[in-house]
Nanobody, 121 residues
Framework: QVQLVESGGGLVQSGESLRLSCVAS????????VGWHRQAPGRQRELIGR???????NFADSGDGRFIISRDNDKNTVYLAMSRLKAVATVVYYC???????????????WGQGTQVTVVS
């Protein structure tokens, strides 16, 4: 079984930057494409962007040009770097991934539990 754990959230000032991490753990798996999403209170979860295993990224409109997604395959970790953060309601950031289990060749879709970011002015 593969798990994703996000971290790096917290309280930051408006205009500052923050980097979130998404770490995959488990046995005999290969971390595939990973996506980052955000969800504000009362709103649907929305895609920020994705990164392939080869490091190719694409962003949804909500990316807003302030996000950079990168990864370290040796560490099974994907990062979301956010800049010029805006003071809005607390937002929860999630990562998701398809992780191929090498013993079965099945690639389950896995979500993390989310990490909360609060930006204050």
């Amino acid at each position: 079984q593969v798990q994703l754990v996000e971290s790096g959230g917290g309280l930051v000032q408006s205009g500052e930057s923050l980097r979130l991490s998404c770490v995959a753990s488990g046995n005999s798996f290969i971390l595939g494409a990973v996506g980052w999403h955000r969800q504000a209170p009362g709103r649907q979860r929305e895609l920020i962007g994705r990164i392939t295993r080869d490091g190719v990224t694409n962003f949804a409109d909500s990316g807003d040009g302030r996000f950079i997604i990168s990864r370290d395959n040796d560490k099974n970790t994907v990062y979301l770097a956010m800049s010029r953060l805006k003071a809005v309601a607390t937002v929860v950031y999630y990562c998701d991934a398809f992780c191929r289990i090498t013993t079965t060749n099945i690639a389950p879709h896995v979500w993390g539990q989310g990490t909360q970011v609060t930006v204050v002015s």
